[in-house]
T-cell receptor
């Protein structure tokens, strides 16, 4: 099946620093990648939709200048949390939508990145 | 607009007993329906999905779900649970070709 990886799996940083999280589709091309945020014991909340070669579309309430998304290729999207603060600590999960129609409308999820801001 | 309601936040059940995790949704358009499982500190794994056709869908690990359009439900069932089924379960809907909307999750705990 389709595999999505995330790097790093876990990161701890100081308040005020920026953190970059990578999301890669390993064996398929993804026209669209999605970034979710999950607080402890809560559901996944969609943050933004990332399309290759174009600007990301952010959900209401998500600061685009704080959560920078770049989708430079059909297999890589990055999320940069700029000037991170403790309230940004969360579990970030990406997903990728496969190109073509074989697995239409199905998303494949990465294993997640645990961000802890001290 | 779409929304997903998982009525039970926590479900304890004894090993080898049956379990049902409830999911109701609302949508103004046709949707695809999904159940995912999440183990601690891991991403989501697809259990099963309903796209069209038979309303009874079978998935991995012995799980199945039934789509009921009139009741806008997509409940997940397993006839006999194992300790390894202890995890968080998420119901999700996806309008055709668009993003996913997740329920708040149900924590299933299997008691030995």
């Amino acid at each position: 099946g389709a595999v999505v990886s995330q790097h790093p799996s876990r990161v701890i940083c100081k308040s005020g620093t920026s953190v970059k999280i990578e999301c890669r589709s390993l064996d398929f091309q993804a026209t669209t990648m999605f970034w979710y945020r999950q607080f402890p014991k809560q559901s996944l909340m969609l943050m933004a939709t990332s399309n290759e070669g174009s600007k990301a579309t952010y959900e209401q309430g998500v600061e685009k200048d704080k959560f920078l998304i770049n989708h430079a290729s059909l297999t890589l999207s990055t999320l940069t949390v700029t000037s991170a603060h403790p309230e940004d600590s969360s579990f970030y999960i990406c997903s990728a939508k496969i190109r073509g129609t074989r697995s239409y409308n199905e998303q494949f999820f990465g294993p997640g990145t645990r961000l802890t801001v001290l | 607009a779409q929304s997903v309601t998982q009525l039970d936040s926590q479900v304890p059940v004894f090993e080898e007993a049956p379990v049902e995790l409830r999911c109701n949704y609302s949508s103004s358009v046709s949707v695809y329906l999904f159940w995912y499982v999440q183990y601690p500190n891991q991403g989501l794994q697809l259990l099963l999905k309903y796209l069209s056709g038979s309303t009874l869908v079978k998935g991995i690990n012995g799980f199945e779900a039934e789509f009921n359009k009139s009741q806008t439900s997509f409940h997940l069932r397993k006839p006999s649970v194992h300790i390894s089924d202890t995890a968080e379960y998420f119901c999700a809907v996806s309008p055709l070709g668009n993003q996913f909307y997740f329920g708040t999750g149900t924590s299933l705990t299997v008691i030995p």
